[in-house]
């Protein structure tokens, strides 16, 4: 499953969400809460039906990217340390021309690594919701590095299923 839940934040959420303290924006599900995050997780709940006690959320900013990989499993399918995540989203905080590179990108039947889909500027405030896990046709990704600028992603890792 993948999914994009357009403008789920818009410039002042986000703008309120980056003012947290740093140390907010480096830990998962610490911190204050803010009426922004339930928008995101309103917009989630749209599609599944999700087990908080198996879930956090991050907001983060790696420059060196993540390599290919699944979330909750390895290359060959076998559960890792988070097989109980079974659903990923991410949402870009940062305007897409803050940065360069840092692109989100994935593979799917027509495209390969060589030939990824490649998600940027329509990230921006919107969620990007998709399966993880070893029994729920995880999404083969990676975020490349960025270069210059900041980029700043509200990552989430869940436990749920697909409401009909």
Same mark, same amino acid.
Request: hydrophobic fraction near 30%; proline fraction near 5%; include cysteine.
């Given at each position: 499953?993948?999914?994009? &839940?357009?403008?789920?934040?818009?410039? +002042? +959420? &986000?703008?309120?969400?980056?003012?947290?303290?740093?140390?907010? %924006?480096?830990?998962?599900?610490?911190?204050?809460?803010?009426?922004?995050?339930?928008?995101?997780?309103?917009?989630?709940?749209?599609?599944?039906?999700? +087990?908080?006690?198996? @879930?956090?959320?991050? &907001?983060?900013?790696?420059?060196?990217? *993540?390599?290919?990989?699944?979330?909750?499993?390895? %290359?060959?399918?076998?559960?890792?340390?988070?097989?109980?995540?079974?659903?990923? @989203?991410?949402?870009?905080?940062? $305007?897409? /021309?803050?940065?360069?590179?840092? !692109?989100?990108?994935?593979?799917? %039947? !027509?495209?390969? !690594? +060589?030939? $990824?889909?490649?998600?940027? /500027? !329509?990230?921006?405030?919107?969620?990007?919701?998709?399966?993880?896990?070893? /029994?729920?046709?995880?999404?083969?990704? #990676? @975020?490349? @590095? *960025?270069?210059?600028?900041? #980029?700043?992603?509200?990552?989430?890792?869940?436990?749920?299923?697909?409401?009909?």
């Amino acid at each position: 499953m993948q999914k994009l &839940i357009p403008n789920v934040l818009n410039e +002042d +959420d &986000i703008k309120e969400i980056l003012s947290l303290d740093e140390q907010y %924006k480096s830990t998962c599900n610490h911190g204050p809460w803010l009426p922004q995050l339930s928008k995101v997780l309103d917009a989630v709940e749209e599609v599944l039906e999700v +087990d908080y006690q198996n @879930a956090y959320w991050n &907001i983060e900013r790696q420059g060196k990217g *993540h390599g290919w990989h699944y979330d909750g499993c390895n %290359k060959e399918l076998e559960p890792n340390h988070m097989a109980w995540c079974n659903y990923s @989203a991410v949402l870009l905080l940062s $305007p897409p /021309d803050s940065f360069k590179g840092g !692109e989100f990108q994935y593979t799917d %039947k !027509e495209n390969t !690594e +060589d030939n $990824p889909v490649t998600l940027k /500027d !329509e990230l921006y405030g919107s969620l990007f919701l998709y399966s993880s896990g070893a /029994d729920n046709d995880p999404l083969w990704h #990676r @975020a490349t @590095a *960025h270069t210059e600028g900041e #980029r700043w992603m509200f990552l989430m890792f869940l436990k749920g299923k697909e409401k009909e």
